[in-house]
């Protein structure tokens, strides 16, 4: 089974600290599984590094946040789907018990390594 993250991943750069990003939309939805959230989340995530120039190749390490940690099995696969191929980003998950908003399953928050200029 392909592996959605690195065990270790060198940044050489600038590094940006993306804010946890939630499943919300922009015009306020929220899916209601995981995979759909987990796809909402990076295109947010997609639209703060453009802001930055850069993109999610250049993401090097996500932290998970999940509901339920049961939802793992259904994550890997999305996530796999949402992220560049190798290297992939180092990871670590946590549960939590709740998030601000009810109807959220997952946030992710990220560090990338901005291209040089």
Do not use: W
Request: with cysteine.
């Amino acid at each position: 089974m392909a592996k959605a993250y690195s065990d270790a991943r060198v940044a050489d750069g600038p590094l940006l600290f993306v804010s946890g990003q939630t499943p919300q939309a922009p015009d306020g939805g929220v899916a209601g599984d995981i995979v759909g959230q987990t796809r909402q989340i990076f295109r947010n995530m997609e639209t703060v590094l453009a802001a930055h120039g850069a993109d999610l190749t250049h993401l090097v390490k996500l932290t998970y946040y999940l509901r339920h940690v049961a939802d793992l099995d259904a994550l890997r696969p999305a996530l796999i789907d949402c992220l560049p191929d190798e290297p992939r980003p180092a990871g670590t998950l946590v549960e939590v018990n709740g998030f601000v908003d009810p109807r959220y399953l997952v946030e992710i928050d990220a560090v990338a390594c901005l291209p040089r200029s």
